[in-house]
């Protein structure tokens, strides 16, 4: 099995984190790492038609090329199997570690460590999965709908969560965060994924997480 080291998922992290301080990422569509039931790190985004008016992390100061590799990028769907999913994101895992994103497993991300792992994602962006455009408020005029159908589905369930306003010009781009994590015996990935699939007519096997 292919799958990237905690070390890794924390570099991955750290960069999010840096990129959505600079581009002000908000809603279910901003980038998201998180940890997949078979140990890859799932490292997805919006779909390129969702980033109008916006500048995206991954497109800062990128040439042609890019935006051609940014073309050949899998496109997941409401409908995707988790079979599928997983299989995109183990081809992406074993892109960013033959392109040499760190793998130890103790401690902080270096700067060094960050640096590797910006430059093993640039090279692997064309296996880099997007989202479906569904999850998206720039591409899906019922986004807001959606996340407040998920957040009901969330509560009904026992979950202490909430609606985050939109921060940008776009009443859509709303999102919601926990108000606090729900104690040990609760399944909560399969409650979001069942969640996520009511709110948005499907995505069960996607798993972005929380806003």
Known sequence: MISLSDRTIRVAAVVLAGWCALTACGGSDSKAA???ND???SLVSE??????????????????SDSSSESKRPQLRLDSSAEEVA?????????????????KTSGEPTKAEVKAYEAARKACVNKEPLMPPEFSPKTNP??????????ACLKRHGFKVHITP?????????GWTYDSIPGEGVD????????????YGGGAALEPGAA
């Not at 019922?142 to 957040?151: F, L, N, P, S, T």
């Not at 939109?166 to 859509?172: F, I, L, Q, R």
């Not at 909560?188 to 709110?199: D, L």
Request: glycine fraction near 8%.
């Open 47 to 64: 779909s390129p038609a969702s980033t109008s008016g916006t500048a995206k992390p991954d497109s800062a100061g990128d040439s042609s």
């Open 188 to 199: 909560i990935t399969k409650i979001q994924n069942v969640c996520r699939a009511e709110g």
């Open 142 to 151: 019922h986004y807001a709908d959606d996340v407040r159908k998920e957040v």
């Open 166 to 174: 939109a921060t940008g010009s776009d009443p859509n781009a709303i």
């Open 39 to 41: 140990g890859v790190a």
């Open 87 to 103: 299989a995109y994101r183990k081809a992406y895992a074993a892109c960013l570690t033959d392109h040499g994103a760190p793998t």
């Open 34 to 36: 998180t940890t997949q």
